[in-house]
């Protein structure tokens, strides 16, 4: 049943076990902190007041830190802390290029320097990005024109609507996700046996990546997706990876492969999420999510399997 010629990816999305409720910026984080730390002292000034520092039933060292809230909230902390981090590694990236592009070419490198502290724009991604208390795994992601707290669901299926690869991302933009997907299917194939490379991809325009898509065609892969590039007012301005994937997809042949995505990825997520009634994660955490996910690609296989060989003999 399972036929690796062509494979589509495509995504979905998913509802977290977590509301938006429970998202924070990084200045509310510290805000929280401050109170609960704020509300613990005053509780344990007046528990030592009555009872001692000791009361004889405390829980064991091995319980007594389980994860809460002001657990959670320092793990957020951090991870913007990580965030900011980041930034500045980038920046630091960025000088470095430009120093040795100088120190090669004897000339200033083009384009504008990155300046002393980070952008207008950065520094507003960092204020504005939201830590969710109940799942940090998860994000607020665009679903029918209505924000979801939730994942965005990548998934590579062969013909006859086999699901080779799920993963569950936190990232609401489908674009990067193309090649990691399809390692995903290509090492769950090896996995079981099948030792064929996929040979042709079908895509839709959000997962439009020229690096990836070049990497995958001088693999011997043939990639149809149709180019995100806004910023082309004309053929002269175009990349040459967009130009020549736009007169692919303007050929009849191109046009009648590209609409065997639809035929092949769309109605996975349909049986799933209308038919089976999945629309919402029960668990919690990125591995957690990504186990109910494998668990949800299998039986909707398993399903394929039982219809496939109930089907009468032709």
């Known amino acids: 049943m ?74 957020l902390l951090e991870r913007a802390r990580r965030g900011a981090q980041e930034i500045e590694a980038e920046r630091a990236q960025m000088h470095e290029r430009r120093r040795q592009e100088r120190a090669a070419t004897g000339r200033a490198p083009t384009g504008r320097p990155p300046g002393a502290r980070p952008t207008v724009q950065q520094r507003h991604k960092l204020a504005n990005t939201k830590y969710n208390l109940t799942d940090p795994d998860s994000a607020v992601v665009h679903h029918r024109g209505t924000l979801l707290q939730g994942y965005n669901v990548h998934s590579a299926v062969a013909d006859g609507q086999i699901i080779l690869a799920m993963r569950a991302t936190g990232i609401a933009p489908d674009q990067g996700q193309l090649a990691p997907t399809l390692q995903h299917a290509q090492a769950n194939l090896a996995r079981v046996g099948i030792t064929d490379v996929i040979g042709e991809v079908l895509a839709d325009s959000g997962y439009w990546n020229s690096a990836q898509i070049g990497a995958l065609q001088r693999r011997g892969t043939r990639v149809l997706v149709p180019p995100m590039d806004r910023k082309a007012r004309s053929t002269q301005t175009m990349q040459p990876e967009t130009r020549r994937m736009r007169e692919i997809l303007a050929t009849e042949e191109g046009q009648r492969a590209y609409r065997r995505r639809q035929q092949i990825a769309e109605p996975v997520f349909a049986h799933i999420k209308h038919h089976r009634a999945i629309t919402r994660l029960l668990r919690r955490g990125r591995a957690a999510v990504q186990a109910e996910i494998d668990l949800i690609a299998t039986t909707h296989n398993l399903l394929k399997l039982w219809r496939h060989s109930t089907a009468p003999a032709g």
């Open 2 to 75: 399972v036929r690796v010629g062509t494979v589509a990816v495509d995504s979905t999305k998913l509802a977290a076990n977590a509301s938006t409720d429970a998202n924070r910026t990084h200045d509310q984080l510290r805000e929280e902190a401050a109170r609960i730390l704020g509300e613990a002292a005053d509780i344990d000034a007046a528990e030592d007041a009555r009872f001692g520092e000791r009361r004889g039933d405390e829980l064991p060292a091995e319980l007594a830190d389980a994860i809460g809230r002001p657990a959670r909230i320092r793990e």
